[in-house]
Nanobody, 124 residues
């Protein structure tokens, strides 16, 4: 069991910046990546960025250089810096994590976890 809690969202004007945070608790020993999805108006929830415990980072093409994911320890916390916010960035940003744990037979199985989301609103 892993619990994910996001923070850092809010109301900002176009061109401003935000840094979102996600902290993980519970059985974090099994985590192998943490990252971010978002759900904007009229669209399905979409991948934004992720960071593996090895430090490997992936970004969605839609990020277009304005997003930076970071975290000294992906098993405890990750961050998403968003620069030059645009109105189309408005939506709910969700923390996402993947974990692996042994079942009763000792076989590793994969699980994923989601936070409740943090609202980002970009408006003039």
């Amino acid at each position: 069991q892993v619990q994910l809690v996001e923070s850092g969202g809010g109301l900002v004007q176009p061109g401003e910046s935000l840094k979102l945070s996600c902290t993980a608790s519970g059985s974090v020993f099994g985590l192998y990546f943490m990252g971010w999805y978002r759900q904007v108006s009229g669209k399905q929830r979409e991948f934004v960025a992720s960071i593996m415990t090895t430090g490997k980072i992936q970004y969605a093409d839609s990020v277009n250089g304005r997003f930076t994911i970071s975290g000294d320890n992906p098993k405890s916390a990750v961050y998403l810096q968003i620069d030059n916010l645009k109105s189309e960035d408005t939506g709910v940003y969700y923390c996402h994590a993947g974990a692996t744990y042994a079942n009763d037979d000792g076989v590793e199985q994969m699980y994923d976890f989601w936070g409740q989301g943090t609202q980002v609103t970009v408006s003039s």
